[in-house]
């Protein structure tokens, strides 16, 4: 829907609510009176379990309703209002932690057939530029995509599916220029620059077979689920494309793809708790899939495999939660002909299996820390790549190539920056290829990390990561940032971030904390915090609110918390429960309207996440949601200050979720703090697509949380 002002005379404003949104915004630009925009209620009546719901604002729902434009407009308008004060300190951090990124710069190219490809970025600009270079990295630069002359004329941007043919001639790419994830998949020659006619809509992901002509794509239903996967030959009519799999169960996802090794094409199925994967030869991109082991949802079966050689190393459940590795023949990979490798261990989680020609690297997590060992292909001999600090991230990197010694992995803590390393197996020597450059005089050693463990009301010990400035006391006056996720089994990562420098400095405390219903430590914890157990999460983060305060690491009346999604959710759930233990809420896109969400079917997501949430058309489920839903449980009573934003495109969590919860705050809280509702206009779930847009979204959201705490510089 495209925006428009308040101030101009279009029909639609002349509506009564229209006529009160513009009154009061007026009155506020002019006058100063900051006088909230106040949503007209339109109560609409649910029948579920011998109760009857009353929702005031589902009329919200109506994205092409101009009511409903109007009133987000309003919303934003007086949050620019209230929010005027603070452009002095908008713009001082802003260039604060733009003086620390280096803006002309390039990632580490990575190797794929022959080319070196890569993505760079020029000041002033605010996308990427992905380039390659053939056979050497003197050679000359041919870029492929410039996602800056791809975004004129648009808002948004973002860039999806990046896959180039074995023969280096083909580039398939898909964008995205509204933030609801539709993307368009186009096909360009590399070798003359010219877009092929080509053209598929609503792409999840691409592929090309080895003869560079056949392309794999997978496609969406109407509520955004991957279902269906598509064969294309080059020049044929779309009409023409192959149907190769149709995953029908709306619980499951489909998906397909090729594995590094480059021999085998695999096509999956998965839903929250189970999955089952077919294959064929990629040499032989017309072949009849052939099924690996049949899923089994009683018994909540998850598989996961890469391919080496003659056989699949396949990580499975079938003996633990937290899965064990086997492998299995090419020829018959059956489950009877399934062979342990690494046996189940309840300490330790099994998240990926990536394999190479003479060696397989198996991400673990322990004790909440993620873990790569390394093993031997021919001798079976492994190791784990050894991290120097006690609080860190680690993954396996971009690695295109399936015959190498050198494994490429991604390092990075409270602390030290984003670094890419080149791990050669035969040497056992990493070397350190980029490390994120922070400009400005940053001294690693100025700054402190640490572990520690919070009980829960039940007795659980929750790790809580903490990073602070050196010379630090915890004399209970500093203000402290609380952070956390808590669904879908996501485990929750430290990282390095330049912006959060800027509270660091100003003598913050970030607390990052890895609650249940994340999959920090491993399946078990991602199962005691969903569905009938998900009030575990909120305890949790509830419970570490308590001991910073109580272990004087934040002062009582200083404690900042923030989530996203269904990090929202978790914003919602805590606040209703304790908004005394919180001075300033920050919610990103948040997922607070639970019921009517998980009632609406046709919306993206909701069926798959039955497994997540449960099912409210279920008695027993629909009274657990309806005991923390957020927005269900919003009371006469103070509140702390909020900022909740939304974006218009979102098709993960739409905007009338967070649009709603405000509306519903403002008419019942009894408190006189700040709530502010910003809306963003033309993006989708992850906010603002330029990095220069979303830098100064951060200093927005920091200057809010700063003066709310009375820090002005």
Known sequence: ?????????????FSLLNLNLIAQTNNAMTTGTLTPPSAKRAPKKTEIHGETLVDDYFWMREKTNPDVTAYLEAENAYTDSVMKPTAGLQEKLYKEMLGRIKQTDTQVPYRENGYFYYSRTIEGQQYSIYARKKGSLSAAEEVTVDLNKLNEGHKYTAMNTYAVSDDGNLLAYSIDHNGYREYILKIKDLRTGKELADEFGKVVSAFWAPDGKTLFYVTEDHAKRPHKVWRHTLGDAKEKDALVYEEKDELFRAGAGRTRSRGAILFFSSSATTSETSFIPADQPTAT??????????REHEYYLDHQGDKFLILTNDKGRNFRLVSAPVADPRPENWKEIMPHRDGVMLEDIDAFADF???????????????????????????????????????????????????YQSFTTPASVYDYDVATNKSTLLKQQEVLGGYDAKQYQSERVYVTAPDGVKIPVSLVYKKGFKRDGTHPAHLYAYGSYGSSSNVSFSLARLSLLDRGFVYALAHIRGGGD???????????LKKMNTFTDFIAVGDHLVKEKYAAKDKLVISGGSAGGLLMGAVTNLRPD???????????VDVINTMLDETLPLTVQEFLEWGNPKKKEEYAYIKSYSPYDNIAAKDYPTMLVRVSLNDSQVPYWEGAKYVAKLRAMKTDENTLLLKANMGAGHGGASGRYDALKDTAFDYAFILTQLGINQ
Do not use: Q
């Open 289 to 298: 899939p052939k099924l690996i082991a049949p899923r089994d949802a009683k």
């Open 581 to 591: 233990l919180f001075k300033v809420v920050v919610s990103y896109v948040p997922f």
């Open 360 to 410: 397989y690297v198996v991400a673990e997590r322990e004790n909440g820390l993620p873990k790569l060992r390394i093993t031997d292909a021919k001798s079976g001999k492994a190791h784990h790549l050894p991290f120097p600090e006690p609080v860190y991230s680690a993954s396996v990197s971009t690695n295109k190539e399936f015959k190498t010694s050198l494994l490429r992995y991604a």
């Open 1 to 13: 829907m495209k925006r428009f002002s308040l101030w101009l005379a279009l029909p639609a404003l």
């Open 521 to 531: 430590l491993g399946k078990p914890w991602h199962d005691d915090g969903k569905m």
